[in-house]
């Protein structure tokens, strides 16, 4: 273990008790108070949800006093930021000043050796040019029997509890220039969407302007510089922010909510075609969402075209 740790970063809106809970989580974590924490908390979008806006930066306020941390420092904006844009200047921020970074939102518990975990792979992965993240979930609640490694790689990035380094975060296209290689090639896209059906319509919408997403975007970053994210065999990470309340997360269950501490070995890793077969289950969904889907992309320009 090295002797500095990585810093955490938290990214917080609207939800008090989310935050709370999700504060309390990384606290119990071992080397939690050898930890500096960062937490970025965006401003209301709309005048209803100030008062909530309010109660996170009590919750925050009452935190930097609490000493659970090895520091604890909050940044409230009065603006309303986006997830998105909030990510991308916090993590860029914070990975300046310290060279790498572990994510977090407010809805996330967490096991007690997530840091130990985190920072273990963000050092023996540190020189990896395969490896551009690493993170403590995994949406798979077992692997398949061929696989017996602690930690696996994988070309689809995660949202979820997640560390990169700078060496990373400085070659990210955020403008998502790369999507044409996929729009002309169809093994790239295909390659693209080994681990679910789903990556390439989420860029496609990406880049239509129907949503917003960071990680869609640095996923594409990564995926077409041949690097992979590191996932632990083990789930480290349960997200309760699937209940109606989150921005992005809506109604749902989540793909694996149940999270323990176990033992594990780092070691270099290549991509295995049975675990990106899991990863294509898991993610893909049934065909008619697909078509779907499909068929809401398209609308928009064919009744534009219509309406000419």
């Not at 696996?152 to 955020?174: H, M, P």
């Not at 921005?247 to 909510?257: F, Q, Y």
């Not at 779907?292 to 075209?305: K, Q, T």
Request: charge should be positive; hydrophobic fraction near 45%.
């Amino acid at each position: 273990m090295t002797a500095t740790l990585a810093p955490v970063v938290v990214f917080a809106y609207n939800r008090p008790l989310h935050l709370q809970r999700t504060l309390d989580a990384l606290a119990a974590c071992r080397l939690a108070d050898r930890t500096d924490v960062h937490v970025f908390a965006d401003g209301p979008r709309k005048p209803a949800a100030a008062e909530a806006v309010d109660d996170v930066r009590r919750v925050l306020a009452k935190e930097a006093l609490a000493g659970r941390f090895a520091s604890f420092q909050f940044q409230a904006s009065e603006v309303n930021l986006g997830l998105a844009n909030s990510i991308i200047r916090g993590v860029g921020q914070v990975i300046a000043a310290h060279g790498r970074v572990i994510v977090m939102e407010d809805d996330l518990l967490v096991s007690a050796d997530f840091l130990e975990f985190m920072n273990d792979c963000l050092v023996f992965y540190a020189a990896d040019p395969s490896v551009g993240a690493v993170t403590g979930f995994s949406p798979l609640a077992s692997l398949p029997p061929s696989y017996r490694d602690d930690v696996y790689l994988t070309y689809r990035n995660s949202s979820q509890g997640w560390g990169t380094w700078a060496r990373v975060w400085e070659r990210i296209d955020w403008t998502a220039a790369g999507a044409e290689r996929l729009g002309g090639d169809l093994g790239l896209r295909r390659a693209f969407n080994r681990e679910g059906n789903d990556r390439y319509d989420r860029l496609r919408r990406q880049l239509a302007g129907r949503i917003d997403s960071w990680s869609i975007r640095f996923g594409l970053s990564l995926f077409l510089q041949g690097m992979g994210t590191v996932y632990p065999a083990v789930n480290r990470i349960a997200n309760i922010g699937y209940d109606g309340t989150g921005i992005h997360s809506g109604v749902g269950a989540p793909k694996n909510e149940v999270i323990a501490e176990a033992a594990y070995r780092l070691k270099p890793l290549s991509v295995s075609p049975d675990v990106q077969k899991a990863f294509h289950a898991t993610y893909s969904g049934p065909l008619r969402g697909r078509l779907l889907r499909d068929a809401l992309a398209w609308w928009p320009r064919a009744s534009g075209w219509l309406g000419r």
